[in-house]
């Protein structure tokens, strides 16, 4: 096998990973380059959520590589808290700190963890407050945001590390639906100015438009990796096409038809 770990930023490399004696990860390779944007797409309990904790080293792997900038760190001299600072994660709940102002929950990172200075890292936090639309919450506490808005404040955080790479683990799965187009919007924004993403989401609609390839998994394993359009037109296996078409409510319609 071949591979454009020059070019890649992530790179990971038949990737294992069990719990206790149950395989969850096999044989996973995957490569990312620099400003793209990889969708994960496939059903519950196929091992997302794991694979993006791999990445960001909240879980042990059993075999493997993962290469960041041709560096690995998969090996057990990694320093973690360093990376987490390269590779941003945002997840479903938004894990802010209850009794903190939402600036502060922002330059928590930035100032304590990476000993910026507090007033250049107010600047960043403002300026990503104001382009998600919450700079009038700066001083807010998250009890007084919706869940919309508190997502984007999380996705604010993330991006106030300077990250090279964000992972998104289903982060509107928890929010009602009228809120969830605002954050996917935030995503699709930061998808066009180049930031290198991999995004795990059930929304559908939303994969094929902010994706430059799909992947699909299924039982720990990496089925497909496609283009979105290749991937929503026609998937390449039995189990790719009886995934999106759970998502097709015509055919709801049809069995209601019967
Ligand atoms: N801490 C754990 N200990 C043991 N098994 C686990 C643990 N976390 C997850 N698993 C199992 O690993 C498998 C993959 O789980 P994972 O959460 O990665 O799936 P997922 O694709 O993210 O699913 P979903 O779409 O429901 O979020 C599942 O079978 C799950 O039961
Ligand atoms: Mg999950």
Redesign the pocket.
Known sequence: MTHNSQEALLEIRELHKN??A?P?LSDISLSVKKGEVVVIL??????????L?CINGLEEIQAGKIFLNNIEISNAGTQWHLIRQKVGMVFQSYDLFPHMTILDNILLGPVKVQKRNKQEARKQAEKLLDRVGLLEKINAYPRQLSGGQKQRVAIVRALCLNPEIILF??VTAALDPEVVHEVLKVMLELANEGMTMII?T?EMDFAKAVADKIVF?DQ?EIKEIASPSDFFKEPSTERGKQFINMFNYNNFVKEREK
């Not at 496939?42 to 694979?51: I, M």
């Open positions: 719990y206790g149950q969850v496939g059903p519950s309990g196929c091992g997302k959520s794991t694979l904790r683990d289903e795990v059930h998994m720990g």
